[in-house]
C-alpha cells in the first residue's frame, strides 16, 4: 500500500512522520540533527530514497545532508556556496549598499528529473545548483547579476532567495522568488533572468508600488499540469498569473486577511487553492486566534475556511513559507507545520484536520513525499 | 566536554617542546563542542599531529584535512577568518582576538593543555 513521508525542518532538528495511505496512524521520528536549524528538507521526486536537507546554526554556518535511503542515515556533503566573481553590493535596510555574503540555505529544490541535480535558494539572494548530490555547488550568477541587483533590499527575515519552482513542461524554465525583491524567471536553464512582477502592488511600502523589483513576495505556486498558472501569496494580497508570471492580479477576494506566508496547489486539481491567512506583518497570528486554512476551488477569489480539527479559539501560532505542503495521493493530503511546533495533516483535502505531532520546535518547513 | 584549564600555564618538560624547530611535528589536543564532535563522529578529544609552528590556523587545517565535514565550521569558507561566535580558549585564556598565524602556548605545543573550540554563550 502507498503511504506519505511528511519531512519536517524547525528550529532545532528535523522530523520524519510516516505514514500509510490512510493517513490515520503516524510514526514520528527525530529529532535529526538535534539542535541545529533546519530550514528546508526536500526528496527528490524520482527517487523517494533521496532527500536533501538544509543544516545550519549562528554558530557554525551552513551544512547540506543527504539521505539516499529514504532519510534512515544521513552524510554531509558540500557546504561552500561561493558567489561567483565579486559579488559586489545590494541595499541594505537603510539603503546604503552592502556587501553580498552568503549566510544560510532556505530551500532545497531538486530537479524533476534527476536526483543528483539540486537547486539550492540561499541568503544573500542567490541561486545555486549541484549536479553532483550536493558535493559541489555553483552559483547561476545571472540571476544575482540581473541589472537591478543592486537594488535588492532584504525582507525582515534577511534578503532571502526562498521559492524555487521548476516548470514541468518547459524543462529551461525556473521562477525563483527573493524578498524583497520579487518574482524572477529563466527560459534558458539559468543563464539570464526577467523579472515578473507586472500587477503587484506594494502601496506604503516602495515609492512607485509598482515597480519591476522590491515587492515582498512570499511565495509562489503552480500545478505541474498547467504551469503557465501561478499563484501567490504575497506580503500582503495573494495574486495570481495565468501567462507564466509575465503579468499578475489579485485573487485575495473574500479572505479574512491577505497577509500571510505558504500558498499550495491541491495535487489533482490546478483550480483548488490553499492559503493560511495571518492577521498582518506586524501581528504574526491568525485572525481572531482561530487557526483556519482558506481553500479556493475557483483559483481564487471565492474562498472558504476550513476549520474542522483547528483550534478556533486562543490560538496565536504562524504559518511559514515553507510549511506547507500537498502529497499526491486520492484524496489529495494536506499538510502544515505552524511555530507553536504542531504539524496538522488533512486525508481529505482540507475538510477536517488532526495533529501528527503536537509539541515540536517551531515548525520553519513541511514536505511530503507520496511513496509507492 | 574536556576542559581546557583555567589556572596558570603549567611548566613544560624539555623534551616536550619540540616546536622550536622548523620541521618538527608536535601531538596537539583538541577539545571540539558538541554538536561539531557529533559531525566529525567523535566523541572525545582529538590529537592531532601539527607539523612546524602549532598555530591556530595550523591546526584547524590538519583538523579539517582530517575531518573535511568541519570545513566552513569554525573557519568561514571564503575568508579563512573565524566564524563570529566561535571561541579558541587555551589553557584559562581567550585566545579568540589573537593572530591565527600567532604560535599557541607551550602547554599546547606539547600536549598537556588541549586547544579548546567553543560556542560562544549568544543568542539565548
Redesign the interface.
Known sequence: MSGVRVLVGTRKGAFILTADGKRERWKVEGPLFA??EIYHLKGSPVDTNRIYASQS???????VQRSDDGGATWA?VG????YEGVPGTHQWYDGTPHPWA?SRVWHLEPSLDDPDTVYAGVEDAALFRSSDGGATWQELAGLRQHGSGAQWQPGAGGMCLHTIVLDPSRPERMFIAISAAGVFRTDDGGATWHAMNRGLRSDGVLPDPEADVGHCVHRIALHPARPEVLYMQKHWDVMRSDDGGASWFEVSGNLPSDFGFPIEVHAHDPETVYVVPIKSDSEHYPPEGKLRVYRSRSGGHEWEPLTRGLPQENCYVNVLRDAMAVDRLDPCGVYFGTTGGQVYASADEGDGWTAIVRDLPAVLSVEVQTLP | MSGGGRGPERAVPPSARNSETPGETSTVRIAL?E??RT?AQVDRELELDVHGPVTVMAVLDVLEREHP?L????L???TRRR?P??RFFAVGRDLSHAPLEAELPEAVVSGLEPLVVI??I??G
Open positions: 539542535g541545529w546554526t549562528g554558530w557554525f554556518g551552513q551544512l554531509p557546504n561552500e556556496f561561493a552568503f | 563542542p554538536h561539531l559531525l565535514v570545513r566552513g565550521t569554525i568561514q569558507h571564503d566564524r561566535f566561535v560556542g560562544a549568544a543568542g
